[in-house]
Structure formats: structure tokens, C-alpha cells
């Protein structure tokens, strides 16, 4: 993939994961214990009506969807942040979801000429095309690959 041909407009289709039950509760136990993260009883009788990913796992999923679709196909320098994340729908045991970017800017670094920065919108899609996740975030590239 050549990143130094993207364009505002462009889209970077990165893949799929399917999320289930066992990774949800893992995740939860470990980071974010909430009743409708950990607890299917809970999460039935909570405004979910059944068990829901924390929105951080649902990032950690795009995050590698992001990595292995398109930051490893480039010299990642990491990122300076994200500016927004909405988590839009809750994600459930057994969905599938897609991720991809678009970008909005690539452009120079104007003080280190050796590096791009691209800002993106980056979104999550369950299996029925609903947007469960978006966030638009700022990633350094270096201008050359090795």
C-alpha cells in the first residue's frame, strides 16, 4: 500500500472481527467492570437488555484492525492523539464487525520534512451495517518505507 498516493476522500477498508462472549467478559473483568460488561444477568435487566463490549474494548478491536489493515504497511511513527470517539451502537456477543478509514488530511510535516501526518475517520460497522464506533484520530508516518 502506498500511503504517500492517499488522498482526503480516499477509504482504507482494514478487515473484520468477529467479537465474542468469552473476549467481552475478559476484557470487561480485566478493565472495565461494569454490570452490563460482566454480569448476564445484570445486562438483561440494564437499558442494554443483554450483555454489551465495553467501548474501550471496542476500540482496542479497531486499533487492531487499524494495525494489521494499514500501520504496519507503512513506517507508523504512533500518534500525537484522537480528537473524538463515539461509541453509536453497543456491541454485542457474535457480531462481526468491519473497520475502515477515510482520510481527511495527508499532508507534510511542516518542521520534520521526513514525516506525513494523516488524519482519519475511522469507523467500526457491525454485521448489519450499523456504525458502532467512530473516531477520527492523527497518525505520523514516515515519508519513506525501508
Request: proline share 5%; glycine share 8%; net charge negative.
Amino acid at each position: 500500500m502506498d500511503v504517500q498516493q492517499l488522498a482526503p476522500g480516499d477509504t482504507v477498508t482494514l478487515g473484520e472481527v468477529r467479537v465474542t462472549e468469552a473476549e467481552i467478559l475478559d476484557f470487561a473483568r480485566r478493565y472495565d467492570p461494569q454490570p452490563f460488561h460482566v454480569d448476564e444477568a445484570a445486562a438483561r435487566a440494564s437499558v442494554y437488555g443483554g450483555l454489551i463490549a465495553s467501548g474501550w474494548h471496542t476500540c482496542a478491536l479497531f486499533m487492531r484492525l487499524l494495525a494489521d489493515g494499514l500501520l504496519n504497511h507503512t513506517v507508523s511513527l504512533g500518534s500525537p492523539g484522537v480528537e473524538e470517539v463515539r461509541w453509536q451502537r453497543p456491541v454485542r456477543p457474535g457480531d462481526t464487525l468491519r473497520g475502515s478509514v477515510e482520510v481527511v488530511e495527508h499532508r507534510s510535516s511542516r518542521s520534520k520534512p521526513d514525516r506525513a501526518i494523516l488524519v482519519s475517520r475511522g469507523t467500526l460497522t457491525n454485521q448489519d451495517g450499523e456504525i458502532v464506533l467512530s473516531l477520527l484520530a492523527t497518525n505520523l508516518l514516515g515519508r519513506e518505507r525501508d
